[in-house]
């Protein structure tokens, strides 16, 4: 028995499996019983999923479901997303019903450049550095061309290059900054393969390449998503509704302990998204939270206003989004979602996304500022609650019926459930 | 037809599949088959997942990997990963090994303090909210005792309420602030069941009650991971590399463009293992994230010394996680992987976590710093091309052969594969 191992990737799954349940488990057979409960019978599907990542051992389920009746830019759509959280697609299918009365959602792609960097330390004179980007810069450019070549016979490629001096952050420290545009995919793999190729050009004494890499932060890769109806149209308290939101949207502006917060319900809704399409949720999470704490303070990335007696409600988010490559294409669940979406070029899908995380936060702060946020959520959890407790289907149509009113915890089920099997 | 619906939560799964397959799709049957071979075959488990979320319609399968050879403060660990990133858990596991030979991972939870709010607005004068806060403030807590009751039992509950004055900020705004200790919950619906409940009480003429919602930064519940050992045990050309890694760190603190990835890619390490645990990704990436932004500019989250001649590398990072509660234990495989993991505090899986993001940051800084990041990054996603191309398993090892020293890009192994068919 050992507990490290050598090898472990070239054995095979079952052997790999095996390992994990010898020395990591107490119950080897029941622990091999649950893995294998998560494959799937068919035994290409599941060949596929496991070549996806190495050392692959199941399928880690995460529920897919659907919201339906968004209306954006007027076309009404479904929306599938994936998430664990229980809350997030009941709240995106009631805001998109709101919504869908009230002339729906608009969204605009405002920018879609995506930038790569070539970091390097110089310790020449700066003027000779400059001289030998100008005089090579279209030697760099054409040493791409094999690479360039399919994504600007669709439209992109690089657009620019250039050198910028930032010694004064770092002593010798330069970079070589190139803008993209990728069109229809994520672009991480030709934007890196563009920038390695042109680093390992871009050779002259006292130049030293540290790395070459694209950037998570596209503050010009951004999109608007918006609501917005005259105030009386927003319930039967219209105005103390919008002043209310509109304060709930002004504290997350100033206080950051709130706006984190804020913005993660923002990317409940978006990242559900991102995942159903095969998309990098990391990408997205770094690329939204980083341009939240763009002007030095982290802040809030929904805005509001009444004016006019018009509430209107709006998002700003950079989303570095694809509809080729990658997982969208060969997971075979992300490729069903972009056929529900119809099959929307990157930008649709960047306004999308955008509105799922707008339709959350609406959610979120309809509820914060009116009933709560636990109602919703509780209610929600509480089937969850319910099957651990291994309640029956009757036990949990009472329970559900019992906690209408109440506010639920896993204890407070606990006990009404052993005082109604008591009684039973 | 019609692209909206009333009523669509109460369908059953088949009916709402039918509407969204007539109405969104040309290929109804194949739509529906893709769907349903993604269910489980057991109905208990799948009905299971299905109550998790509401309008589960199937299950999207996350890649779940395992990662061997983390020595943790002496104890070896395999880590189970679910990402779709192809590179992730090779990442882990090669820098697993190389560390467990140069003493392992070192990590120390510092802090476990989560705290939440009640926002809200207050006209009067401050003197008089200030004596009805404190001659309340027992009233207050006391009004939690049935929600805290079992939580205090585990030596956790609300630790401190604090009445503050944002009002130079936001005319009228005050909150109170609350910390809490959530033992081994992350604590999210305990915390704000406590806060609403408060809310309840906190009554006085001019208070008007805006929301009340735990936080996620978590600026102080923190845990620091970190591998050290002497520059020349860090391969033939220690020093070399040693320094160069330190640049690449240095970059990542002065330069956002270069942050922002750096940190997305200790995010590749850190949800990996958050999902597979059953925890809420999108708190620790807001936390993280906002936590990175905190003094004004997006920076590092790791660290990089090299002093008397050892070479130290860390990371600080905030992590709010659970090992009881949620989908931690409702999710069978989040269980099973608590269960690979020894069943692990609160405080010993923010340490596990840690290490992850350590790991994978250290796995990208030397890619990157020595063979570029494509080169293991496109040899993993190779496989991805190739089963999207339709190759035969004879096909896959004749490419990834061809391919072993060359840049990978789609097109190029389609090329490949046409050559080699025709060739046949």
Not at 201 to 220: A, C, G, H, R
Request: glycine share 6%.
């Amino acid at each position: 028995m050992s507990k490290t191992i050598k090898g472990f990737s070239k054995l095979s799954k079952s052997a790999k499996i095996d390992w994990l349940a010898t020395n990591f488990t107490h119950d080897p057979i029941s622990f091999k019983e649950t893995l294998s409960s998560y494959w799937n019978s068919d035994k290409v599907i599941q060949q596929l999923h496991d070549e996806f990542i190495e050392n692959t051992i199941s399928n880690y389920y995460l529920p897919y479901g659907i919201a339906p009746n968004f209306i954006i830019n007027g076309e009404p759509l479904a929306i599938p997303m994936a998430t664990e959280e229980s809350s997030v697609v009941a709240a995106a299918s009631l805001v998109a019903k709101f919504w869908s009365t009230r002339g729906g959602f608009k969204a605009k792609v405002l920018s879609t450049e995506k930038t790569g960097q070539i970091h390097f330390f110089y310790t020449g004179a700066f003027e000779d550095l400059q001289s030998y980007f100008e005089s090579n810069k279209q030697r760099l450019l054409d040493s791409t061309n094999d690479l360039t070549h399919n994504m600007r016979k669709r439209g992109g490629g690089i657009q620019a290059i250039q050198l910028i001096d930032k010694t004064n952050e770092l002593a010798n420290y330069y970079q070589l900054h190139l803008s993209f545009e990728t069109i229809d995919s994520m672009g991480a793999n030709f934007i890196n393969s563009c920038l390695e190729r042109i680093a390992s050009q871009f050779k002259k004494e006292d130049i030293e390449i540290v790395m070459s890499i694209l950037s998570n932060y596209v503050p010009n890769c951004l999109v608007r998503a918006e609501v917005h109806c005259p105030i009386d149209e927003l319930g039967k308290d219209g105005r103390a509704f919008a002043e209310k939101f509109n304060q709930a949207v002004q504290i997350a502006h100033i206080e950051p302990l709130r706006a984190v917060t804020h913005n993660k319900g923002i990317m409940n809704g978006i990242d559900a998204v991102v995942i159903a399409t095969g998309n990098d949720f990391r990408a997205i999470e770094a690329g939204a939270h980083a341009y939240a704490s763009k002007d030095g303070k982290y802040r809030s990335l929904t805005h509001c206003s009444i004016d006019d007696e018009t509430f209107r409600f709006w998002i700003d988010v950079p989303l570095s989004l694809g509809t080729v490559g990658g997982l969208t294409t060969s997971h075979p669940l992300a490729k069903l979602s972009l056929k529900i979406l119809q099959n929307p070029t990157a930008k649709k899908l960047m306004e999308i996304v955008a509105v799922a995380g707008l339709a959350q936060n609406f959610a979120a702060i309809k509820a914060l500022i009116t009933t709560g946020i636990q109602k919703g959520h509780m209610k929600m959890h509480l089937q969850n609650i319910l099957n651990q407790l291994g309640a029956t289907d009757v036990e949990k149509t009472q329970i559900s019926n019992l906690f209408k009113e109440t506010t639920i915890s896993h204890s407070s089920v606990m006990t009404a459930l052993k005082k109604l099997r008591s009684m039973s």
